[in-house]
């Protein structure tokens, strides 16, 4: 063992120390680089240097001698008969074809969604304002479209329902159940009907935020509950925060959550669009996306000196709707120079809208209407 | 270093909600402005017009192929090839499907119709439609003309197209003046040449005996002056354009003259005369023959030019030591230098808009073609050759075209445009040497 160690131990000794100094002994010298150089005469540069020399400039490129021209035909050079731009003529004849085009893609059941939710009303099955959870649907009917995708999406609903449930428990009181009722059906409708445009399954977080939208029906719709003495009872509740009714806990979170989804309505009557703002991220991709298409390159100079203000509403999907972008407004130019604009700004809109912008769809209220202002300055002839 | 991140860090904290958020929490719909766009050739479908009636269909075919190639050579647009249309255009008053040709990109769609009718008239009809609009722009319009001027009824086409797309005052039906030239150099033959201005029908005004110079275009483009030495010494001529006819305009013993150019009125034209070895500037009323002395000073006054409404008077004067530019008012006067840069100028030229004035510049070896605004500022060089000079403007004030002339004993000349913009420089074709063009207004 000790042997054995202790050769070994000489051995790894030995080793290491020949690695480190072994080579320190070596007095062979590293090898020197040797490059060969080689003189040369000034004659012998110059000639090198001569074909280098920039290239005269050869005055004489063969360039084709113009074919002699023919003898002058005649002297006589009769103007082409004037062509009667009859105007006269002008043909009013081609009466505007009427456009074929298919007209867009019908959306028209979201009109008719949004109407009939008032009919839900009725379920004074006091069940829960919890439908949405379990249900299917509260309202079959109207919207079996619908209907399907709240169900997908328990979420956004847990905290409405959540509310819903605890009050479930007092059925007792089933006057202030019903009204919540009423008013988180409406909001489903609404949701769902955004989402039935797009993907339902997405369609999840806009609900949560649409329902600030509804304020403004259910503005309509207040008239309605007026006739009752209980809901009239609750407005005002639901006007002045939650705040006021202290003593059942349970109510106060409904109404607190009324208030949220009416919130808005309250302050803004209805133009104002609700909801977050679209950030500058977002307004800067839109941005960029219109002038993509923004052809400036066929303008009139006097139209490239003028500035249009154009107005365009979206539908969800995130498409312009043709019929309505109008010029709102113009400054630099003749009414002829802004129409130049208008129809270059038009285009913009159109062709690069064609497959939809991508806007936010819960913020669809913010971008619902839109004013671009297409200002060609930095296009200009420079 | 870690002050640095610090500070870096609380920096970026308080600018991220600036920049999450927009600030701008205006009321209304949302708001964006577009400053930036591109600049590109609109691209168009133009199928062959339909042809109405049996022998149509050559015309249609070849109006329609003159009218893509005015709209192609302005640079503006890009024909998108009948090979790529989806939809076919067999009936001129049959609705189009927009969808067919949104998916080929066409922004614009011409359509139109040939038909021929007894006593060899053609007429044609045509509409154009904004594609993505879904819309017709203006209304249908028909032209009718005889068979031999086919080509004018093509351009005027164009020429509405044009307008209705751009903006802009037509161009396309005008002609242009010029000096044709052949053989060397050192024994040049010129003689007054007449063209469309896209270089097609070509006939001469003069023949080569004498040596001719500058042709200038009445107002109405019926008259053409020129400056010849079939005398012997330079000499001012006017020439009927209709009847071929010409008759000297100015002949002093002893002076020469040259430069002419018609006033707006048409009723009086400037020009050079050269006494005693100077060079002043006159005016002369065509009716009676009266001249009026605009410039007395010891210098080179040349190259005049009107302005669109007959007050000004741009020419070239080497008062200064070197040629530059100067305004006057049309009567005389006082005259005001526009022209600062290095190099010389010459030969200037009012813009039919009035806004500019194109120019031929030396400078560094070089010649250019330039424009500027009327007091000068915002000079713009838009060419840059051997020999670049004698620019002349279109009627509508978009495109200049000029003169070019290469190097060395056996260089040629020919006649070349170029957009305001500096864009889609290009030849004009013409069937022998050209220079000194003249640009005629539109025709009537």
Request: with cysteine; net charge negative.
């Amino acid at each position: 063992m000790n042997t054995g160690q202790i050769i070994s131990g000489a051995g790894h000794a030995g080793l290491i120390f020949w690695a480190l100094f072994g080579g320190a002994f070596s007095d062979v010298p590293p090898p020197n680089e040797v490059t060969e150089v080689t003189a040369i005469s000034a004659d012998d540069y110059a000639a090198l240097m001569a074909p280098e020399q920039s290239p005269e400039a050869v005055a004489n490129v063969d360039t084709p001698e113009p074919p002699a021209a023919g003898e002058a035909p005649g002297m006589t050079s009769e103007a082409d008969a004037v062509p009667e731009t009859a105007q006269p003529e002008v043909t009013e004849s081609s009466e505007p074809d009427a456009p074929p085009e298919v007209t867009e893609p019908d959306p028209p059941a979201q009109a008719e969604v949004s109407d009939e939710p008032p009919v839900m009303q009725p379920p004074q099955e006091d069940t829960a304002a919890l439908v949405p959870e379990r249900s299917p649907d509260t309202q079959p009917r109207e919207a079996p479209r619908v209907a399907p995708e709240p169900v997908a999406r328990p979420e956004p609903d847990v905290q409405i329902d959540d509310v819903d449930q605890q009050e479930t428990a007092p059925d007792e009181n089933a006057e202030p159940v019903e009204e919540d009722q009423e008013e988180t059906a409406r909001e489903e409708a609404t949701t769902e009907i955004v989402t039935e445009a797009d993907d339902p399954a997405d369609a999840a977080p806009s609900r949560s935020l649409r329902p600030r939208t509804r304020p403004t029906r259910q503005a309509e719709a207040e008239p309605e509950p007026e006739a009752e003495p209980q809901p009239a009872a609750q407005e005002p509740q639901q006007t002045e925060t939650a705040a006021p009714e202290s003593p059942e806990v349970d109510e106060n979170a409904v109404e607190n959550a009324l208030a949220e989804a009416l919130g808005g309505s309250e302050t803004q009557a209805d133009s104002t669009p609700s909801g977050p703002p679209l950030t500058a991220g977002e307004k800067e991709g839109l941005r960029v996306a219109v002038q993509q298409c923004w052809n400036v390159g066929s303008l009139s100079s006097e139209a490239l000196n003028t500035t249009v203000v154009v107005g365009v509403s979206m539908s969800e999907d995130g498409r312009p709707i043709t019929a309505s972008i109008e010029m709102l407004g113009s400054s630099g130019g003749s009414n002829s120079a802004a129409q130049q604009a208008f129809e270059a700004a038009r285009r913009a809109i159109i062709r690069c809208g064609a497959d939809g912008y991508k806007l936010p769809p819960e913020k669809y209220d913010q971008w619902r209407d839109i004013e671009m202002t297409f200002n060609p300055e930095k296009m200009r002839i420079k | 270093m870690r002050y640095m991140l610090s500070l870096l860090a609380a920096l970026f904290m308080l600018a991220a909600p600036a920049l999450a958020q927009d600030t701008s929490e205006d009321d209304g719909p949302l708001r964006i402005e577009i400053t930036e766009g591109v600049i590109e050739p609109l691209p168009y479908a133009i199928p062959t017009f339909v042809a109405d009636t049996a022998g149509a269909s050559e015309w249609a075919e070849k109006i329609t192929r003159v009218v893509a190639s005015d709209l192609n050579g302005t640079g503006l647009f890009r024909e998108i090839p009948a090979e790529a249309h989806i939809a076919r255009i067999s009936n001129f008053s049959s609705p189009v499907q927009f969808s067919d040709w949104k998916a080929i990109n066409a922004q614009a769609l011409i359509t139109g119709s040939v038909r021929t009718e007894g006593s060899g008239r053609i007429v044609v009809s045509f509409r154009l439609y904004d594609v993505f609009a879904g819309q017709e722009m203006g209304q249908g319009l028909q032209l009718a003309g005889t068979e031999q001027g086919w080509r004018r009824i093509a351009h005027k086409v164009a020429d509405q197209v044009y307008s209705r797309l751009t903006g802009e005052d037509p161009y396309f039906d005008s002609r242009v003046v010029f000096v044709s030239e052949s053989g060397p150099k050192d024994a040049r033959e010129k003689r007054l040449a007449i063209m469309d201005y896209d270089g097609t029908n070509v006939s001469y005004l003069t023949d080569s005996s004498s040596l001719v110079l500058a042709p200038r275009f009445s107002p109405q483009g019926d008259q053409v002056l020129y400056t010849s030495y079939e005398s012997g010494f330079p000499r001012i001529y006017v020439l009927n354009v209709e009847t071929v006819g010409q008759r000297v305009l100015e002949s002093q013993d002893g002076t020469m003259s040259f430069a002419p150019r018609f006033a707006p009125d048409r009723q009086t034209v400037v020009y050079s005369l050269t006494r005693g070895g100077n060079t002043d500037l006159y005016s002369m009323q065509i009716g009676s023959g009266q001249s009026t002395r605009l410039t007395n000073a010891p210098s080179i006054e040349t190259a005049p030019s009107f302005s669109p409404d007959g007050s000004q008077i741009v020419f070239e004067s080497d008062r200064s030591g070197t040629p530059q530019l100067y305004i006057m008012p049309a009567g005389g006067g006082e005259a005001q230098r526009i022209s600062f840069g290095q190099g010389r100028y010459g030969t200037p030229v009012w813009s039919p808009r009035g806004d500019l004035i194109a120019f031929t510049k030396q400078s560094k070896g070089r010649f250019h073609i330039g424009v500027m605004r009327t007091d000068g500022s915002e000079e713009r060089l838009l060419t840059a050759s051997f020999l670049d000079e004698g620019p002349t403007w279109a009627p509508n004030g978009r495109v200049i075209m000029f003169s070019r002339e290469t190097q060395g004993a056996q260089g040629s000349t020919s006649l070349y445009s170029v957009d305001i913009t500096g864009r889609n420089l290009k030849q004009v074709p013409t069937p022998s040497g050209a220079s000194d063009p003249s640009w005629s207004p539109l025709q009537k």
